[in-house]
């Protein structure tokens, strides 16, 4: 298997959330060595490209890749 990028992997979750989070925490997994690798302590995620991008969507994420060991903030939110 390739190493994907921060943002491949993101692109990844991105897409795994519009389709009914097919595969969410292998992408998570995936996100989380990417961000090692690149020596990155948190993933940023654009709220426009989220199904449930109001407060309570972006929490319920934010916690659920946060036990999943990632930290989540989102840009302009």
Known sequence: MTELTVAEATDRIYQSLADDN?????HIATLKAALAREGQKEAVFDPAKLAQSNRSGRKLMQAYFRQRGVTVRFEGA
Do not use: K, Q, T, V
Not at 22 to 26: P, R, T
């Open 22 to 26: 097919a595969d969410l925490d292998m």
